[in-house]
Each structure stands twice: as structure tokens, then as C-alpha cells.
């Protein structure tokens, strides 16, 4: 320990006593002494020094030690400061009171030279341990709070790129299919209304909002002859157009783009009693997020008006 990292404070109003404590501990090159006379000079100190460790007198006028003990805890620089009792009394009643005010050892007078010495070693010793791992945990703090913000701001910058990425799909889909490009706005809004009924999550609901615009992303892969054509399906025409969910959930199922996504695209066709498609899923061994989008999705195109059917009142949905 350096001179200039641990200072003693000694505190008694016997001048003597002070002189023979700073002689014992000057044999020690490795501390910085300040003597002071009484608690009011001690406490000052506190506040005005970096003061280390306190060898502190019981038996003191105006403010006695444990006085000092009990006003160093409303300093702030004092809370953390071992404190060691040096008194003469040596009563049962003293020893419990000065651990009781927070003190960290007892050690009456008269007292031996070297063992003051290795006492105070020992908790200079423990205080130095103790302001280093201190220190440690700033040091690691501040780095934790670097990292997290440096997280954050690649999770911004992820979330920004899987925003454009959408939205680029969402324009592709709209482009092959202009009938229904303002119905995959409309079921992202309503697949975030249903997600907060069943899931106060944040991320769950953003997340659900954000890629139920991709429910229908697989229609890229159907023919405009099919996509747009204006009357009904024959047969053929209709399990054609049920692959899009096939494209969909493949063009989304792969690495870094969230299962969340392709579970929407795969599965938002599918019932819960089995006879959807087409992956023919029941109940809840469809993903949660599918079934959402899947309800968002046939409310809005129930009560939208298409050229084979008018639009459903909110009393007939």
C-alpha cells in the first residue's frame, strides 16, 4: 500500500496517547497519519480528507466515540470507514455497544505494539480488498451499460433493416395484388388489437403487428391469371391459390428472419377444428401467432366488399 492511498485518522484527546498510537504505526512506512483531538476535528476530517481507517477513543468530552461512530454514518465519505475502538474500558457493555455503532474491531489500553500493528494490517488490508472490488464493479458497470447500449443499438438497426425488408414485400404483394393491398394494413392492425387481449408482451404484440403484413407474402408465387382473376375458383384454380402459404412460409424460413414470420405466412389458413390447410393443424398445435393473423385475417375479409360478395355488417360478422 502507498502512502498516499491509505490514511489513518487517529483520534484522542490525550496528546500522549496520540504520539505513542503514531509512533507504534509509523514503524509501518506504508501509511499517511492525521491526528486529531476530538470527535468535531474527526468528523471534519472525515469530510474534508480521504481518509481510510479510524482509530478511534471511547472516552472523549463534547462528543465521546461512539458519538463519532453514530454521526459518521451522515457522512457520506464516512459510512464505508472501518472504524477500531481503542479504549481503556474494558467492560462487556463498551465492547457490544462499539460494534453495535458499526465498529470493526475492539482494542483496549494498554494495549501491544505488534499486535496493534497486525490489527490494523489486517483491516487495512480488507478495506484496500474492499475499495479495489469497488472499484472492479464500476469498471464492470460501466462496461455492462457500454455493451447494453451498444446491443440496443444494433437491435435498432436490426429492427430498422427487418422494416424495410417488409415493407419491400408488402409493396412486392400489393403490386400482384391490388385488390387486396390495403387489407394487409388493416389485418396488421387487428392482429395487434387481438395479440393484446391474450399477451400484455410488448415485443410479442410489436412483433405479431409487424409481420402479420406478411400473412399473404406467398401470393408473389401465384400466377396473375389466378391472382387476379375476378370470378370464382374452379377447382384447380383454388388449390393453386392455397399454395400460397406453402411460398410463403418459404420464402421466411430462413436463418436470422424471426419463426414468428413464417409461422404467419405457413399456418394463418389453417382451423382450429382440423379441416383448414395446409398443413391440416388442430387446435393449439397452431402456432399462436398464426391463429391470430388467421382471425384478423377473415374478419376483414368478411367485412370487405370484393367483387363476388358485398361486405358483411358488424351484426351478420
Known amino acids: 500500500m502507498k502512502s498516499s492511498q ?34 468535531l476535528t474527526a468528523l471534519e476530517a472525515v469530510k474534508r480528507e480521504n481518509i481510510d481507517l479510524i482509530l478511534l477513543d471511547i472516552m472523549m468530552p463534547e462528543m465521546d466515540g461512539f458519538q463519532v461512530a453514530e454521526n459518521l454514518k451522515t457522512i457520506d465519505k464516512g459510512r464505508t470507514i472501518p472504524v477500531i475502538f481503542i479504549t481503556a474500558d474494558t467492560s462487556s457493555d463498551s465492547v457490544t455497544r462499539a460494534f453495535k455503532k458499526g465498529g470493526v474491531d475492539y482494542i483496549t489500553k494498554p494495549f ?3 499486535e496493534l500493528i497486525a490489527r490494523v494490517n489486517v483491516h487495512a488490508k480488507l478495506k484496500q480488498f474492499q475499495d479495489e472490488l469497488k472499484e472492479k464493479n464500476k469498471l464492470l458497470e460501466s462496461k ?9 443499438k444494433k437491435t435498432e ?40 387481449k391474450v399477451s400484455d408482451d410488448y415485443d410479442f404484440i410489436r412483433k405479431i403487428e ?29 388449390e393453386e391459390m392455397k399454395k400460397h402459404v406453402l411460398y410463403g412460409g418459404q420464402m421466411l424460413a430462413y436463418p436470422g428472419i424471426p419463426k ?11 382451423k382450429w377444428d382440423g379441416t383448414g390447410y395446409a398443413a391440416s393443424l388442430k387446435g393449439n398445435n397452431i402456432p399462436l401467432e398464426a391463429r391470430i393473423v388467421a382471425l384478423a ?20 360478422m
Not at 9 to 26: F, G, K, M, Q, T
Open 6 to 39: 491509505f490514511n489513518i485518522l487517529i483520534v484522542d484527546d490525550n496528546s500522549h496517547n496520540r504520539r505513542i498510537l503514531a509512533s507504534v504505526l509509523s514503524r509501518e512506512r506504508t501509511y499517511s497519519l492525521t491526528l486529531v483531538s476530538s470527535g
Open 157 to 196: 438497426e436490426i429492427d430498422n433493416i427487418s422494416t424495410a425488408l417488409i415493407t419491400a414485400l408488402e409493396s412486392a404483394n400489393k403490386l400482384n395484388d391490388t385488390d387486396t393491398g390495403n387489407h394487409i394494413k388493416r389485418v396488421s392492425k387487428y392482429a395487434a388489437v387481438l395479440a393484446k
Open 297 to 316: 385475417d377473415v374478419y376483414d375479409a368478411l367485412g370487405t366488399k370484393r367483387v363476388y360478395k358485398e361486405a358483411f355488417s358488424e351484426d351478420k
Open 210 to 238: 409487424m409481420y402479420a403484413s406478411l400473412h399473404d407474402v406467398g401470393k408473389v408465387g401465384i400466377p396473375d391469371s389466378i391472382l387476379k382473376n375476378p370470378g370464382i375458383f374452379t377447382l384447380e384454380e383454388k
Open 144 to 152: 455492462r451499460i457500454l455493451l447494453l447500449n451498444e446491443v440496443n
Open 260 to 270: 414468428m414470420a413464417a409461422n404467419i405466412a405457413r399456418y394463418h389458413h389453417e
Open 112 to 114: 501491544n505494539a505488534e
